[in-house]
């Protein structure tokens, strides 16, 4: 669900949470014509086979246990360390570079205040910039308007 600015606009990024720092800042890239930039939920999950159970069985579970058979690890995500916020960024090509937009790759991590990112996230950023991207840590709205 996209963030509803509430009238704290002057306290954009001071104290709010990522998701809501992810939010505020998919709507202000969309707000401000920027491109389009989309969630990107990274992590493993898991996966197995359903069965069916037709007679009484014995397994030892506890509370909150999830019984799978024949489990395996599912990724989800471009890969390890990909930013919070992907997609592109739209640049007006100058009248030298034959005047045509183009859609820029973007990639936005957010933190928290206090927040860190960990070496994969940085590494990320700095192979999207290297290679002609636009990739940004982000702690408040202003470091991507």
Known sequence: MPYTNQG???NWGSNMSEIELMRMIQAKWTEHKLGRIFRNNNGVGWTGQRVTVTRTQSVV?????VLLRNARPFHAGLCEGSSDLIGWKSILITPEMVGKPFAQFAAVETKSPKGRATDEQRQFLYVVENV?????L?????DVL
């Open 138 to 142: 982000a702690k408040k709205i202003e």
């Open 8 to 10: 704290n606009e002057k």
């Open 132 to 136: 002609g991207g636009f990739s940004v």
């Open 61 to 65: 579970v506890g509370p909150g246990d």
